[in-house]
């Protein structure tokens, strides 16, 4: 097989593995939907607030962020999540 096709086949299966990388995430976020909990990363996508400031939040608790902890890590309840957030939003905080 001459040089350019081996190329253009290893870039075609190159693209076509990207492909389904991302079919495989789009899924996996959209499973995710359904999951009660959210982890600090899931939350800081969920709410565009960085990780640094959920893990900062969650280890405040006079936050009434509603964050618990599993062990050593943090999860966050996802109606919960909305409620503060509607509520953070309503008192106009800073935070």
Request: aromatic share 8%; no cysteine; proline share 3%.
């Amino acid at each position: 097989m001459p040089l350019g096709e081996l190329k253009k086949n290893n870039v075609e299966e190159n693209i076509f593995e990207q492909f389904k990388e991302v079919i495989r995430d789009a899924i996996k976020e959209a499973t995710h939907e359904h999951k009660l909990t959210l982890t600090v990363e899931e939350a800081a996508r969920y709410t565009g607030i960085g990780r640094d400031k959920i893990l900062e939040l969650a280890h405040n608790p006079e936050s009434g962020f509603p964050a618990f902890r599993v062990g050593t890590k943090f999860l966050i309840n996802r109606e919960l999540l909305k409620e503060w957030l509607k509520k953070v939003a309503e008192e106009r905080k800073v935070l």
